[in-house]
C-alpha cells in the first residue's frame, strides 16, 4: 500500500462519503429500511468529519485518539454494509468496492494511529 499525503486521505475519506450519498438513493422505502440508510449514510459522513478534526489535533496523543474514532467509524460502516448485503435491499455486487474501500480506510488509519502513538 502506497503512503498517503494528508491532503490526499482528506480528499478520499470525502470521496468514501460522497459515494454514500449515491447509495442510500437507491435503498427502497420503508421502516427498516429507513432506519438503516440513516445509519449507512451516518458513519462514512463521520469518517471523513473525523479524520478532517484528527489532522487539527493538539498533540499526537489528541492525534492517535481521534484517528481510532475514524477508524471505529470506517469499521462501523463494513457492519452496515454487511447488513445491507445480507437483507438483500442492495445488491452484494454494488457494494463490494466501497466495503473494498473501507477495509483500505480501516488499515490506513489503524496503521497511522499506531506510528502515532509510538512517536508520542
Do not use: C
Not at 450519498?21 to 458513519?43: F, T, W
Amino acid at each position: 500500500m502506497k503512503t498517503m499525503t494528508p491532503g490526499e486521505l482528506k480528499t478520499r475519506t470525502k470521496s468514501f462519503a460522497l459515494r454514500f450519498i449515491k447509495l442510500v438513493a437507491v435503498i427502497p422505502h420503508g421502516r427498516a429500511n429507513d432506519i438503516i440508510a440513516r445509519q449507512i449514510l451516518r458513519s462514512p459522513t463521520s469518517v471523513g468529519a473525523n479524520y478532517r478534526s484528527a489532522r487539527r489535533a493538539q498533540s499526537r496523543a489528541d492525534f492517535a485518539a481521534k484517528m481510532a474514532i475514524v477508524a471505529e467509524e470506517a469499521d462501523e460502516t463494513l457492519y452496515w454494509l454487511e447488513l445491507l448485503g445480507e437483507s438483500g435491499l442492495v445488491k452484494a455486487e454494488r457494494l463490494k468496492d466501497l466495503i473494498k474501500e473501507a477495509d483500505e480506510l480501516v488499515a490506513i488509519v489503524t496503521a497511522s494511529r499506531k506510528t502515532a502513538k509510538r512517536v508520542s
